[in-house]
Each structure stands twice: as structure tokens, then as C-alpha cells.
């Protein structure tokens, strides 16, 4: 039995093809998609302005299917966790962060993540798969309906940064529809500058981002020389800091802000000692810049210490007066696990299963 196209997977233009080939006008297709994106309606019955018969038609050919909510945390501060089931036993995490004048979504890409940055809870995990378009835009579909109590005109959400599970310029088409959808204004109608990509470096990716649609971008440096980034960030073996500074100045010639964030991992004993700082200073000279110092947040199993909040001090201070301004990440959640790098979902990695099967069929 073919299956019904889920339309969260659609794009305004892609949904305008899928209903022209239904023989329906492009008209349609905008009130579908303002119906499903900007009050968050699931249910084609409701859709008042529809004819009856086009409701009927959806109803038959088409679906709106968000990934299933499988579990729910609240935390005192007011954070909220979700995992959504994506299959096969799989799970990925998304979180919410209200502050006073905005409301952020931090939204997973992938399920578990392939570059095993050793700090990072989802890189110890392995790697599934990617996330489809629908489940990436049903993480938010799903947190403004459920923070605005059901199908209304309000959107709790304000900011998305893709900074949950997941290396999201590994999944470059999926998420540059997805980010689409976000910004269009018969969605979300997010500005380019409240919706932040965060990579560790993906350098053909990112200028491919600034071509189709360039976003606020943060870059996880974590390390002012080669040689410790080699370490920290596996990646950057294959795209060096030399030539991920020079995409972070190329990105900047069509990005929505005149500045890249740099988030920087606080270590304790690793990365995070005066020296380093000025190093870090040197190395970025050439780029507008703002850093994002994040303490380490701890998870099971991890050898790696959180800097004192003496040391994090002191690096912020030499930044500072160095010329750079530097923030410090205030971590939000960490009663339900759901501080920067916590986030584990469920993945059961294939590449690790594949080894498996493969010695479990050896001679
Ligand atoms: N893959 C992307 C986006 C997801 S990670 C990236 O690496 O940028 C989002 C941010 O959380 C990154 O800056 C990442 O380095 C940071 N992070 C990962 N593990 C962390 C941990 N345990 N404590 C604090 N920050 C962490
Ligand atoms: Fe992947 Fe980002 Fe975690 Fe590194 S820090 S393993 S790139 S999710």
C-alpha cells in the first residue's frame, strides 16, 4: 500500500508541487500549510476554510505526522525535555529554554552522531541515521502546540538553535529544509539571526549553507592549535583550523549577523588555562567573532572535569581584554540531563552493530 505523504516533510514550494499534482490550486497548499505550521492543527477535519471535499481528500491521501512524544521531563528552573521515538527502538532529545523575552528550541539533527568528539554524551553514542525533514520540524510543530496548550496563534518558541543531537551539516538537504520552513512566513516566520546551526566544522557544508540559506552560525572550536583540536574534535583532521577559519570569513559575507559565535568547551586542565585563551586570541585575529564559553557538562562514563568557575573567569577576562566579547553559557536543565552535550536519546549505533554481526558470522 503506497504511504500517505507526511506533509511536515514539505516545503511551501514542495507542497505547492504535491497538491498540483492532486489538481489543486497553489492557494491551497499555502492555507494547508499555514494551518499546519502556524497554529499547529494536526487534523484535516478542522481546517474550517477548506471545502469538505479537500478535507476529505487530505484526510485519505495525505498526513501530519510529528514523531511520537516518549517521554517528557520538566525541570525546576522551567526547562523541558522531550524524547521523541524515531523508530526501531531509537530515540532523539530536544530541548526548551524559557528565559524572560524569548522562548529557545534546541533541536536534534541526527540520531546519535558520527564524529565522537570524546566531551560530547551524543558522540559516545555512535551513529543511526539521519532525521527527515518531518521529524525536525515536528520537534518544534510539537513544542509550540504543546507549550501554547494546544492548536493557537500563539508560538512559545522564538529561537531555534540546531545544537541537540547530531552533526546537522551531515544532514545538509533534510536540514536546509527544515530551516526553510522555520523561516518562512506561512510557518514559523523565524528571522534568519533567531535561528542559530551550530557545527563542528563541516567546511564544504557551510559554504553551501551561506549559498541556500544562510542562518546565524555557530562553530565549535574548543581548541586554539591543531594538535588539541585533532584531539577534541576528530573532524578536524579532515578540515583543519586554517581552512575553518577561512570558511567562517567566507560565511560571513551573507550571514544575517556580522559575527560568528565560537563556542568553546571549558575543560579542566585541557583547554582552558590563560595560555590557551591567548592562543585563542592570535589564532581568530583575522575573524569577527563573539565566544560562547560552555562549562563542561558531565554525563556517565566521561574522564573529563569541569573548569572552576575561577578558571572560566579568567579565560573570559583575557578575552575580553583581548577585544573579544565572551559569554559564559548559564546551564539550564541539568536536573533532567538536558545541559549542552547531554543529550543521549536512544541510538543504537549501526556502525558498531554492523562490526558486531560481521564477528558474529566470522570463521
Ligand atoms: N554537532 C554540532 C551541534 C551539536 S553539539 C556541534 O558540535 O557544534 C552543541 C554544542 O554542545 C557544541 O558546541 C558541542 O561542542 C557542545 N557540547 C558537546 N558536549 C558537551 C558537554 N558535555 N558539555 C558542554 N558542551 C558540550
Ligand atoms: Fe557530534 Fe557535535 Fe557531539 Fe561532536 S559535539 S560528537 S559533532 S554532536
Redesign the pocket.
Known amino acids: 500500500m503506497p504511504i500517505s505523504p507526511n506533509l511536515l516533510d514539505y516545503t511551501l514550494e514542495g507542497m505547492t508541487g504535491l497538491f498540483a499534482e492532486w489538481g489543486e490550486k497553489p492557494f491551497r497548499a499555502r492555507q494547508v500549510f499555514r494551518w499546519i505550521h502556524q497554529r499547529g492543527e494536526g487534523n484535516f477535519a478542522a481546517m474550517t476554510d477548506l471545502a469538505q471535499s479537500l478535507r476529505d481528500k487530505l484526510g485519505s491521501a495525505a498526513a501530519i505526522l510529528p514523531p511520537r512524544v516518549a517521554g517528557e521531563h520538566a525541570s525546576a528552573d522551567g526547562t523541558r525535555k522531550w524524547l521523541f521515538a524515531t523508530g526501531t527502538g531509537n530515540a532523539v532529545e530536544t530541548v526548551f529554554i524559557p528565559e524572560p523575552r524569548r522562548g529557545t528550541l534546541c533541536v536534534s539533527s541526527q540520531v546519535g ?1 558520527a564524529l565522537k ?1 570524546g ?3 551524543t558522540g559516545r553514542q555512535g551513529f543511526n541515521r539521519n532525521l527527515t525533514v518531518a521529524e525536525m520540524v515536528g520537534q518544534l510543530w510539537w513544542a509550540n502546540r504543546f507549550l501554547s496548550g494546544g492548536v493557537s496563534r500563539e508560538r512559545a518558541v522564538t529561537n531555534v538553535v ?3 543531537m ?3 551539516l551531515l544532514n545538509f538537504e533534510n536540514v536546509a529544509a527544515a530551516l526553510e520552513i522555520m523561516l518562512d512566513d506561512a510557518a514559523y516566520g523565524l528571522s534568519r539571526r533567531r535561528v542559530t546551526v ?3 566544522g563541516i567546511v564544504p557544508a557551510m559554504d553551501r549553507l551561506r549559498e541556500r540559506c544562510p542562518v546565524a552560525l555557530a562553530v ?1 572550536l ?1 581548541a586554539p592549535d591543531d594538535a588539541l583540536r585533532d584531539v577534541l574534535v576528530p573532524i578536524n583532521k579532515k578540515y583543519p583550523l586554517r581552512e575553518l577559519l577561512a570558511a567562517c570569513l567566507r560565511y560571513l559575507e551573507n550571514a544575517p549577523r556580522d559575527f560568528i559565535t565560537f ?1 568553546y ?1 571549558m575543560l579542566e586542565g585541557v583547554n582552558d588555562s590563560p595560555r590557551h585563551a591567548k592562543a585563542l586570541l592570535k589564532r581568530v585575529a583575522e575573524v569577527p567573532c563573539k565566544f560562547n564559553l ?1 562549562p ?2 558531565p ?1 556517565p562514563g566521561t574522564d573529563y572535569r569541569r573548569s572552576s568557575p575561577a578558571a572560566v573567569g579568567a579565560f573570559q577576562e583575557i578575552l575580553a581584554e583581548g577585544g573579544r566579547v565572551a559569554t559564559v553559557r548559564k546551564t539550564r536543565g541539568d536536573d533532567i540531563d538536558a545541559a ?3 543529550l543521549a536519546g536512544q541510538v543504537e549505533d549501526r556502525t558498531r552493530l554492523r562490526a558486531r554481526r560481521l564477528a558474529a558470522v566470522a570463521p
Do not use: D, K, R
Request: glycine share 12%; net charge negative; charged share 10%.
Open positions: 552522531c568528539c566531551f560530547c554524551s540546531l545544537m541537540g547530531g552533526e546537522p551550530s557545527t563542528s565549535s574548543h563556542e568547551v560552555i563542561f557538562n554525563f549542552c552535550g547531554q
